[in-house]
């Protein structure tokens, strides 16, 4: 079976992220949206990046518009995620996180946490330093509640 860190994904200026660079760090990866009633919530993972990041935790956003409330464009979404929640993590070109054509990455994490298909934008993955799946959280969790969870992994 595959390892979290087999995978790649493309940043939206293009730029390719190694997942090896995650070794030994605390990973949150989320699906995002710009245009859902959730996207409030890059706020607080922002915030949550600023705070841990430094400790050892990395954050990458993956906007899919699967769920139809994405930007047409990578570009939209970049700026859109700028400048209404200060996004500076890394978010990812679009990506579908279900079906036919999912990312590979999504299948990987939907297999090591389980719940099966993802049902809305905002679900979050964690995955310890030594690259465990840690869990997945529902898209209405908001990302405070992550925090403990993130500290205790950081910690080790």
């Known amino acids: 079976m595959a390892t979290i860190y087999d995978f790649s994904e493309t940043e939206m200026n293009g730029d390719k992220i190694d997942f090896n ?19 409030p919530q890059l706020e607080a993972i922002e915030a949550l990046y600023k705070k841990y990041h430094e400790q050892g935790l990395e954050v990458l956003g ?3 518009n699967q769920f139809h409330q994405e930007l047409g464009s990578d570009e939209e979404t970049s700026e859109y995620c700028q400048m209404h929640y200060g996004v500076t ?7 579908k996180v279900n079906g036919e054509d999912e990312d590979p990455l999504f299948t990987y994490l939907k297999e090591t946490a389980g ?19 840690i869990k997945r959280f529902a898209p209405v969790t908001k990302p405070e509640k992550i925090e403990p969870e993130i500290i205790e992994d950081l910690k080790k």
Do not use: E
């Open 89 to 95: 993590f890394p978010m990812t070109k679009q990506v």
């Open 115 to 133: 719940s099966g298909r993802i049902k809305w934008n905002f679900t979050k993955f964690l995955v310890s330093r030594d690259g465990k799946t």
């Open 21 to 39: 660079n995650y070794k030994g760090k605390t990973l949150l990866v989320v699906n995002t949206a710009s245009k859902c009633g959730l996207a």
């Open 62 to 64: 993956l906007p899919s």
